[in-house]
């Protein structure tokens, strides 16, 4: 492990416990996460770690804030970058899902750590609940575009959305993984076939 520098600033310290964190929750999952581990892992003393977050379910809360917020920036940014019409942001939303560096190992176990846990439940609600809503409204919106009058975006939406979720659960626990591409790739032939004429690969 390398060592940590001696000096950083309260945010940067705050952010490298945090990202141990995320780590540990990878390996041990959500009850099994103590604040010596977060310590050992990040190279800190256990002190330190009390000084930034004066409890476990604080730094957990904390982490799982850091996660949405991150999650949250990485679809609009890609959404911003995205020509304007239906498809073409439907297609960036997708590909934000399996970015390299929001679809990594450990942050697809912590990601599945929080979900799995009953306890941290409540807290998914109290950190996600209002991100969520704003990503199914965008991601509805867009269906609701290419489906036309006759269609039914709510379920077409939560389709895509529960497959998306789907696949980040199944590339932590599968016990024959395949990669980050295959798993976009299935979800845009998800889309493929809910709009064949109007969202193709091209």
């Known amino acids: 492990m390398t060592?940590?520098?001696r000096k950083l600033s309260r945010e940067a310290r705050r952010v490298q416990l945090i990202e141990a964190t995320i780590e540990v929750l990878a390996i041990k999952g959500y009850a099994r996460v103590t604040m010596s581990d977060v310590a050992v892992q990040a190279g800190l003393s256990h002190g330190l770690v009390n000084f930034h977050f004066q409890s476990k379910e604080l730094l957990l809360a904390e982490t799982l804030t850091y996660l949405a917020d991150e999650y949250v920036q990485n679809w609009q940014a890609a959404l911003a970058a995205a020509p304007p019409d239906p498809a073409a942001q439907l297609d960036a939303l997708i590909r934000a899902d399996f970015t390299a560096e929001l679809c990594t190992?450990?942050?697809l176990a912590a990601w599945c750590a929080f979900w799995g846990e009953a306890q941290s439940r409540p807290l998914y609600q109290e950190k996600c609940g209002a991100n969520n809503a704003?990503?199914?409204t965008r991601l509805e919106g867009l269906c609701a575009a290419l489906l036309g009058p006759a269609g039914k975006p709510v379920r077409v939406a939560r389709a895509i959305?529960?497959?998306?979720e789907g696949l980040w659960m199944d590339l932590v626990t599968q016990a024959e993984p395949y990669s980050v591409d295959e798993a976009l790739e299935t979800l845009l032939d998800v889309a493929a076939a809910f709009f064949p004429k109007a969202f193709t690969r091209a």
């Open 3 to 5: 060592k940590p520098p």
């Open 105 to 107: 190992p450990q942050r």
């Open 134 to 136: 704003e990503y199914v």
């Open 161 to 164: 959305r529960v497959a998306s």
